[in-house]
């Protein structure tokens, strides 16, 4: 083998999503075709911090690209927002020779790489969680196959709720964000969507829909409900006392995070990891991994954290449009 | 067309569960094999007593057999346990010339069925539901898809509590009964199975377990947790609060009865629904169409209601043999 | 209800893809938004000749947004290259007051558009087919939910292809077009991804880069054979005979153009339907609607036909890097 | 952990069943709760031959109870006919200590399993095959989810089928059974159901029940056929050239033996696996482990290979009676 020209770290920090490991392999792959070194570094930050390492090659990587979770643990970022920590984490990379850190993770994640390279070490951000609510890119690992297996969970209910003439209300992830719960709803024809960034608490709305297009013999109703609003289950017995329709809540939970990822989720995840050692390889630093306007592109990563964005407005006005008059 | 020979009605009652518009499309077109009509009679004992009905044909069940829910849309039977909604029901069927009634449905449509035999309808039932709890049967009408969707959630819980090294607990239906606890919990390699019907409330032994594996390093913790015993997110809070570990419940709900059915749903309740019809063509009355001993078969109504049966053994012991000393 | 504003045509050419039932149901229901009445037309041109036509109301597109296939049938477009069919087909839209016709469906659906549009007819092309190749757009209808169910196959495959030490050729469609292949490789980990686009006939390169991996221990073996090279029999055959490596081929066919939409699939074809309709509304001729650049947006009809597209550079290079070296 | 009380040694042979890796890792478990030390043999006998060993502990195999494949390998079992290669195989068993094998595989399996009892080592089949072509059983491990996986392919077919007014040949695997051609068939609602055990090579009978059904306005034809008759894309050929309607051969090949098992094969393969050991726990010799009548049970396994059995006449005159007048 003989000495590699370069070690690349690499960890996945926050939430898990599926894709990680897509990414995790193309980190691996890309960088073995440049002869660099990968260390894994095992339980994000808090692996990094114990120094849980081990070293990646190309066949650790070999049937992966499809299994949920990461193969390097995650944990939260406990710590990583005082100086001491930074600095500790830094001392750890120079000590283990990582001259770069590839950093798969939310916006947290990002916070504690940002930190790291004001410590002197280069590193790259990939954006991975399934709540799509990084700024600086419309896509993140995860998202594609979380709404999917939300859509399926909806397509279950409605037979369900179709068959029993009920209202169910779903609740999904995205913490207070509203992405899957716009999405899954749209792609669920849910009735209702409720999403942090415009609900307006006014459940009577709810309930007077409910009741309208009962009248007009629409059997099956279905709420999305957005983590960020919650509190489903007491809303399904208010709306349940208000109506007389039978409404039960379903909270997906973690199963959203898991499963097999999509083919989207595996092209992309694998894009962006081979992108962030491209960027090393190409004496970058310190760069956020993007996918904007169509292709794959990055950022200063400092930058890429102060980026805000909101939902799509054609995805909110089509949800709305696509359900107004229905049935009616 | 001409006059048909008899006239036979079907109706789906309780919980809907995939697979009853298998039975449904069954009944149809063996009725129709032998020249007799069917009434499809809407939302069980209450369409019946609204005279809510439909004619079904062999071209009416045409591309039902991979949906979900039910094509006749199911109600809880209230009022039927009253002798003069027996009577009124009874007078409904021979109104409308229905000769025999299928009753696809759990055990309480089993209730409502012989009460209706009492008022001399013939009746037929068809056990239909996901919970899996009728004596006189090992199969009913559902249990397989569900425990396959339990188990796929499972799967993507696992995913991301070996990520997280988290414990999670899934909440499974089942009324009262273990069996989709059961079944879901050995297929999806769960380390704990609570069972209603063995479960003694030491919840300090779950604890205790969760932590010797943790000690030997096992990533993941699932729990199935059965609807009897219910109380999953309050559970979560005291094992989190006893052990450091974050843990958290899914509550899977009405999902569990939605999908597509499976391969062995699709089958085995066409089989059940052509045999109702077969059983009504060679003259027998009030029988329950079962799965026993590996054959289609099928009992007498009012004894298959007083049969009772238990969690199998074999299987109970095979969920704690292959979970106790596991990676210890 | 009282007159309707206007009258839209809408029907599904050519190959059918997952996904054209939502983006029908967002032309009917963006439709009613705006008071116009929409008539379905059966069997795409050839239904339109043959004046097979329906009305569809919100309701009649209520529960479809799931659903593979199109409710509308499709059916190639023979006849419509010439003069004398084009003429006549405008007249039909003329006799029946459509004032603009949704056409869905790939680009032999569009050239017969363009011929409609040049007899004076208003035509708004939205792309779908599982085969993405159409130049204005990078994203077309099916094509979501083709990659994902043939990801899926190759995961199956890869099971047994790994237990049995055994090469796998799975031949995908995509007509001339390597996208499917591509996307599809690459999430499925394949050892080789077969593009009619680049590939040069070279077999004895095939066969010896399997022989070097199963010198380093690889397992399994998966190529990707596009429809556009097909012969995947004989290839197996070939291989088989050269290596001693038991290979076989699956032919995955028309079932990668059938199953339940993708939530991407269903929420794409859903703002494209939509915005056929919007275009129409605002007075547009001719359009034909598009996603680029990560919006939705339209071109002209005519041009859009005319442009080309290539496999995107960045997805072909990432395919060969992350097999290149592999376990090796 | 001091001296283990027995050897057992465990292999997979002939075709890959999802399933066997539930079935190796009940096999581990069972056999640590009794204190047993169990040797995987790779590459079934041809890696018994080869002393390809390794050992299994409760850890390694766990998180493979979901995964397709069996993580042992499995191979033809070339040169168990020959006596001199029984004898060699029996004493290398001797020679690393196994006191009794469990050998996983169908009858081919079997048959070296015997020879290996002949010459004194002790032997318990499990049966795992999908074909389900195993006389003395009424289950195998792998059918059910291979019928599903079946049945999800037709549920794809049947879509496009539709949309496109097509007839679809599905040819199915079960070598020259027809098992899973006749659960699928009738679970994919398929119109034609062709089974080794009965076709008659009337294809002109097939040819006008098409055209009498398209003549009913039946929009899809889906005709299973079983690998045991193959030879479906010249079947296709012929049909179309006879009808004039569009048909296409799809073969689904070995995806059919690969994926995640369904619950049931989990559950199933858990508990044969499980009853192997403690058949050897009770000192049993040389059987065959089953499911008969409703119970796992065991077999004498000479009795056992000598057993045969057919199709169930009750599912096969089921799928006559679902189909025959159906549309007309």
Tied chains: 1, 2, 3, 4.
Excluded at 26 to 38: F, G, S
Aim: contains cysteine; hydrophobic residues 40%.
């Amino acid at each position: 083998m003989g000495e590699k020209k370069m070690t690349i770290g690499v960890l996945t920090s926050g939430g898990d999503a599926p894709g990680m490991n897509a990414a995790i392999r193309a980190v691996v792959r890309t960088a073995d075709n440049y002869d660099y070194e990968v260390i894994g570094v095992r339980r994000g930050y808090a692996g990094l911090l114990d120094e849980d390492f081990c070293v990646l090659d190309t066949k650790s990587v070999g049937d992966i690209i499809q299994r949920g979770g990461t193969i390097l643990y995650t944990a939260r970022s406990k710590g990583m927002h005082l100086l001491e920590t930074q600095v500790k984490a830094a001392e750890i990379c120079r000590k283990n020779g990582m001259e770069a850190l590839v950093v798969i993770g939310g916006d947290g994640s990002y916070r504690g790489a940002l930190a790291l390279s004001k410590q002197g070490i280069n590193v790259m951000g990939v954006p991975g969680t399934i709540d799509l609510d990084i700024g600086c890119t419309d896509y993140t690992i995860g998202f594609d196959t979380s709404i999917n297996t939300v859509t399926d969970a909806i397509d279950k209910l409605r037979d369900t709720s179709a068959s029993h003439e009920r209202c169910v209300i779903v609740e999904v992830m995205g913490r207070s964000a509203g992405y899957i719960a716009l999405w899954s709803g749209i792609a669920g024809g849910a009735e209702e969507i409720i999403l942090p960034e415009s609900y307006d608490h006014n459940e009577q709305a709810i309930i007077d829909n409910l009741i309208e297009r009962r009248k007009h013999g629409k059997k099956h109703h279905i709420i999305v409900n957005a983590e960020g609003i919650g509190h489903s289950a007491s809303m399904a017995a208010r709306i349940e006392a208000a109506t007389g329709i039978e409404t039960r809540a379903t909270i997906l939970g973690y199963m959203q995070r898991g499963g097999s990822p999509t083919c989207k989720d595996r092209v992309y995840a694998s894009a962006m990891g081979a992108k962030a050692v491209e960027l090393i390889h190409e004496g970058k630093k310190n760069r956020a991994v993007c996918h904007m306007n169509g292709v794959f592109t990055d950022e200063d990563l400092e930058t890429a954290i102060n980026m805000t964005k909101n939902l799509p407005d054609d995805l909110v006005n089509l949800s709305k449009n696509l359900i107004r008059r229905r049935s009616l």
